[in-house]
């Protein structure tokens, strides 16, 4: 079956560290990768996107990569800082028609 | 540009009931997206509307049906609500064709049946 698998517990992390999310697929073949934060009651917020033949992509602290042979996307966030807090979803886009599957999410706590 | 707009953004209903969520998308979009997201879960895609038309459907019954009106904007319709439609949903726009690019979510309705 076709599945997106985020890390659903919680992940907490000190300021200043590098905070690192997994997502995982299986049978999906996506030609792209995306990633959003959602913080509570809130819609999602788009964040990066990373293209099939992009093993990595940047933005200010952010930072995503994409493996295709592992069915794998990381997702940093260095120096991470309390406002950082929230749930970091990943969504993939199996037709190309803008329809997102999305995973469960991985909650990012940030303490002082 | 005020972005995705959705009203309302709380709605209590009871079950058996009827509801309609409404849904504005960005300035210069002309597809509209649906998703339901259950609490602690990530949003499921319900359906997308580009011309007016319902261009994919996810896994939903038929109880869920929606529409887009000329200026692109879109309407969700529930009927017979159960207790398990309680949920946030999101209305998110694109441009057709464009797949690969960003989708703009709206702020959600959270619908609570009781």
């Known amino acids: 079956s076709q599945k997106i698998e985020q890390n659903s517990e919680a992940l907490n992390i000190q300021e200043g560290k590098t905070a690192t999310l997994t997502c995982n697929y299986t049978?999906?073949?996506?030609?792209?990768l995306q990633w959003y934060r959602q913080d509570p009651g809130r819609g999602p917020v788009f964040l990066l996107l990373?293209?099939?033949?992009?093993k990595e992509k940047r933005k200010e602290r952010l930072k995503v990569t994409f493996d295709t042979t592992l069915k794998q996307s990381l997702f940093h966030i260095t120096a991470s800082q309390p406002a950082d807090s929230a749930t970091y979803l990943c969504a993939l886009d199996p037709g190309n028609t803008d329809k997102l599957i999305f995973g469960t999410g991985t909650r990012l706590q940030v303490f002082p | 540009d005020a972005g995705v707009t959705q009203s309302p953004t709380h709605l209590i209903k009871t079950r058996g009931q009827q509801v309609t969520l409404r849904c504005s998308p960005k300035?210069?979009?002309?597809?509209v997206s649906w998703y339901q997201q259950a609490l602690g879960q990530g949003p499921q895609f319900i359906f997308q509307?580009?011309?007016?038309?319902?261009?994919q459907r996810g896994n939903f019954p038929d109880r869920f049906s929606g529409h887009q009106f000329p200026n692109y904007s879109s309407e969700l319709n529930v009927n017979a609500l159960l207790l398990g439609d309680s949920a946030l949903y999101l209305c998110a726009s694109s441009l057709v064709g464009t797949g690969g690019t960003e989708a703009f979510f709206g702020q959600g309705t959270r619908l609570t049946v009781v």
């Open positions: 990373i293209r099939e033949n992009e």
């Open positions: 049978n999906y073949s996506p030609a792209y």
């Open positions: 509307y580009y011309e007016e038309e319902e261009r």
């Open positions: 300035s210069g979009h002309d597809t």
